[in-house]
């Protein structure tokens, strides 16, 4: 839009500058113009109101500039404006009507002068943010409780707290031709694997598209395979599992204007690590992390192993069991499939009421779980009891996941998993297993394969991702494998 | 990232020879003559496959970047390489689509006995041809994944045979009833051929190999631990079931699993035999038609053997519900006229290749000796 005055350069007339600006501007009334004039010269300060801290402006306009003390004649205004010791404002000095516009958009005050072609831009930048609170969607009991917020710096100031490393890389980008939202990718210089900081910048520079609101965005822009039910990027809002993914060689990217930080490369089972894994010790890490494993088998195969067994397998079931699942589903019309998606379903319609609803209604909506879906749909013979403690299993185990995206694929996947059972049985849940290790052996994250260490094995890192080694024999897998190649 | 060699390891490829040679071979009755020491066939067949697999790593070694039907070009030239290649080409079908038919035909026998042939073999098809369109790599990766499943159903199943009670080691005497020749016979050829000689598909896969010197010793791990393997599973189900019932058995995992049953709690635990043979079955299978895809599209010279996958597997489902009219036309046939054919390919023309190189190699070797003098 501004691509007409973005090539004009400032003239040396004040109020020609002035109406170029309000007219890119338009008539937003949150530009303001501040006029002052000083050592006899004209000039205006530019900025916009919400994004720059008041209290700097007015330090800056009034304390600083108005207050430039004229004992050196011999430079240029603009010279002494530079050389003049703002304690810690940046300052940068612009010709161009476009870098000014940019400037004023990312929250920095720009002063022009009369009768100069350059313009100076103050990093004022500030207003309302939000506060550093703990993390909303991956809570531990025992760790940090810092999460991140929506601002850019604070995340990136967040993880650099906890890694006191110049070797810790940033490097920042501007994406998105409308929105021009500030992005960047952190990584440890060194440690993490130069073809992989080379693709995942490469891919951020070639994202062609008008608006990145969240990290959501960027991540559907940069993934290797768009059709596939898994996720291939990790997101967090913990600054330590952000740091402990960055120690290990991976790429963190920040998008301005949301919590959530992608990391690059991410294999399968990073999404069933906590951070907590860590913090805990070693035995009881490594105990809840093979619960985890098995709640991840029950949440996918769950109903589908229950509906195979009485819909084909009832000679695995032991007798008496058998005798009183009949006797149960008796009463109930429909096959277990159906059965079985009736509460899935319902289920399901619950989970995602409970998200989106107001808070104050919450009491109301586990009344109706709890007692109308539950033991009502059970008494008037819609649903047998045992489907119900099956569904509430499969329910429960999938909140075990630490992150909540791969639990989203898991909860998708299931209700395929439901119909390969209702036809074929255990035949059909083995070949649609097989199905699916096939596709995420085939997946890729920046080169790395998913499924790894896995398929292809690497026997040492797999006993890390199930058993939470001891910290005295435990070197990060990436991390040894770049030490061992420098690749 | 697209476009390079597809490569694989070692330890990949171990894992997809052992899958392989479980194949069917541990759901199913091999090596019939000698009926109830199978077991003791079995590693006596061991030095001999190793032996036999000598052969196929020496072919492998002369030429480490051509498949089988380049070096048989190679080695006999163009005329008489094409129908050899063929007919390699067209066992390795009816082959990949016996296997099928038996892991269909199990499947019915035990749990899905009105669904139809077609639907279970369709099904399986379906997701070989997912698999292979993804490419080898995939393939092997799976394996290894796979591999671990397959160890772990295998080590529950044989924790639950020996809690069970049910093993007589009365059953495992004699040794021998019948005459030691019939136990010599039915390891050769019959167990050397089905399933250690069916390692000749892998000659379609070695070329991948990262690192050629590790084929012999790769294949070699394979042959020892899976000869012990199946070994120990048959001499299991003899244990269990007892002379007559191993004998004339179908399915003879299958009896041997039924008869499980643990505080009257753990009983029927079929579902594990069928996991495992639709695992062993798939990877066989898969390969056997991967072997395919290869000679197929280097006779006929296409570019990306992938996209052979599709019509490869829509001819193994045919050829799987047409070569046999039941159950027991299927196996008469695997007695008789395929055991010819497979003594044919998988020893016959690698040892007549193996002799036509060497009497080459050293008529080359011996004109420049009398060329030099």
């Known amino acids: ?487 | 990232m697209q476009g390079n060699k597809q490569t694989i390891s070692s330890k990949q490829l171990l894992a997809l020879m052992i899958l392989f040679e479980f194949g069917t071979a541990i759901v199913v009755h091999i090596g019939l003559e000698s009926n109830h020491a199978t077991w003791l066939s079995i590693l006596i067949a061991i030095p001999g496959a190793l032996l036999l697999y000598g052969i196929y790593r020496y072919l492998y070694l002369q030429f480490p970047d051509l498949i089988v039907s380049s070096y048989i070009r190679k080695i006999v030239g163009p005329f008489l390489s094409w129908p050899i290649s063929l007919f390699i080409l067209a066992y390795f079908i009816y082959n990949g689509a016996r296997n099928l038919r038996e892991a269909g035909d199990l499947l019915i026998a035990s749990v899905y006995d009105e669904t139809p042939l077609f639907i279970i073999n369709a099904t399986m098809i379906f997701v070989m041809i997912y698999v292979l369109s993804k490419g080898i790599e995939v393939l092997v990766r799976l394996a290894q994944v796979y591999l671990f499943v397959i160890l772990i159903l295998g080590v529950t199943g044989i924790l639950a045979i020996v809690f069970s009670g049910e093993i007589e080691f009365s059953n495992l005497f004699p040794i021998n009833g019948g005459s030691w020749l019939h136990v010599l016979q039915t390891a050769y050829p019959s167990i050397l051929l089905f399933p250690f000689g069916e390692l000749f598909a892998f000659s379609t896969v070695l070329p991948l190999l990262n690192n050629p010197k590790q084929a012999g010793k790769t294949g070699a791990i394979a042959i020892i631990f899976s000869g012990l393997v199946l070994s120990l599973t048959h001499g299991l189900q003899l244990l269990v079931l007892g002379d007559s019932i191993y004998v004339r058995s179908n399915f003879t995992l299958l009896t041997t699993i039924s008869v499980i049953n643990i505080a009257d709690f753990l009983q029927r635990l079929d579902a594990i035999v069928m996991l495992s043979l639709i695992i062993c079955v798939f990877f066989k299978m898969s390969l056997y038609s991967y072997a395919v895809m290869a000679i197929w599209g280097d006779l006929f010279r296409i570019k990306s053997p992938a996209k052979l996958a599709a019509p490869v597997g829509i001819v193994v489902l045919f050829m799987s519900i047409f070569s046999a009219w039941s159950f027991p036309e299927h196996t008469n046939e695997g007695q008789k006229a395929s055991m010819l054919m497979l003594f044919l390919v998988t020893v016959a023309i690698p040892l007549l290749l193996f002799l036509v190189h060497l009497a080459k190699k050293s008529f080359r070797y011996f004109r420049e000796v009398s060329h030099n003098e």
Not at chain 1, 175 to 184: F, L, P, R
Not at chain 1, 266 to 281: G, I, K, L, N, P
Not at chain 1, 388 to 413: D, H, K, M, Q, Y
Request: hydrophobic fraction near 45%; charged fraction near 20%; proline fraction near 5%.
């Open chain 1, 1 to 487: 839009m501004n691509k007409t005055s973005s090539a004009e350069r400032i003239s040396t007339d004040l109020e020609l500058n002035l109406n170029r600006l309000k007219t890119a501007f338009g008539p937003s009334s949150d530009l303001i113009f501040k006029r002052i004039s000083f050592q006899g010269i004209q000039a205006a300060a530019v900025y916009m109101d919400g994004l720059i801290d008041r209290q700097i402006v007015h330090d800056l306009l009034f304390d600083s500039i108005a207050t430039l003390p004229d004992d050196h004649p011999n430079e240029s205004l603009i010279q002494q404006l530079m050389a003049q010791d703002l304690s810690i404002i940046n300052v940068q000095s612009l010709t161009d009507l476009g870098q000014v516009i940019s400037a004023v958009l990312s929250g920095d005050t720009v002063l022009f002068l009369e009768h100069y072609e350059e313009a100076l831009s103050y990093e004022t930048c500030g207003g309302e943010v939000r506060a550093v609170t703990e993390p909303s969607s991956q809570i531990v009991i025992r760790g940090p409780k810092e999460g991140f917020n929506e601002t850019l710096s604070t995340n990136v100031s967040l993880v650099r707290r906890r890694i006191r490393n110049p070797d810790l890389w940033l490097e920042t980008m501007k994406i998105g031709s409308v929105t021009h939202t500030e992005v960047a990718m952190m990584y440890l210089n060194g440690t993490a694997k130069q073809e992989v900081i080379g693709e995942v910048r490469r891919r951020l520079q070639n994202i062609n598209y008008e608006s990145i609101l969240e990290s959501g965005y960027i991540e559907n822009l940069i993934e290797e395979q768009t059709y596939t039910p898994f996720p291939t990027m990790y997101n967090t809002e913990r600054p330590d599992t952000v740091a402990a993914h960055i120690l290990e060689g991976r790429i963190a990217v920040f998008v301005n204007g949301t919590p959530f930080v992608l990391i690059a490369p991410t294999t399968f089972f990073m999404f069933f690590q906590s951070a907590e894994d860590f913090y805990h010790r070693t035995d009881v890490s490594s105990g809840i992390r093979f619960l985890r494993y098995i709640s991840l088998f029950i949440s996918m195969f769950g109903p589908s192993i229950y509906i195979a067994s009485i819909t084909f397998h009832q000679e695995m079931i032991p007798t008496p069991l058998l005798l009183s699942l009949a006797s149960q589903r008796e009463s109930v019309p429909f096959p277990a499939l159906v059965e079985a998606l009736i509460m899935e379903v319902s289920f399901e319609i619950l989970r995602e009421a409970g998200i989106r609803m107001p808070r104050a209604i919450g009491q109301a909506v586990s009344i109706v779980g709890a007692l109308v879906l539950g033991q009502a749909a059970v008494q008037a013979g819609i649903v047998s009891s045992a489907m119900v403690i099956v569904v509430a299993l499969t329910g429960i185990s999938s909140f075990t996941t630490p992150s909540f995206n791969a639990a989203l694929s898991i909860r998708l996947l299931r209700f395929v998993v439901m119909f390969c059972s209702a036809f074929l049985g255990f035949f059909g849940i083995a070949m649609f297993s097989i199905l699916l290790t096939a596709h995420m052996c085939g997946l890729r994250s920046f080169g790395e394969p998913y499924l790894s260490p896995l398929a292809p094995l690497q026997a040492d890192e797999l006993k890390e991702t199930f058993i939470r080694r001891a910290f005295k024999r435990f070197k990060p897998a990436l991390l040894r494998s770049s030490s061992r190649k420098p690749n």
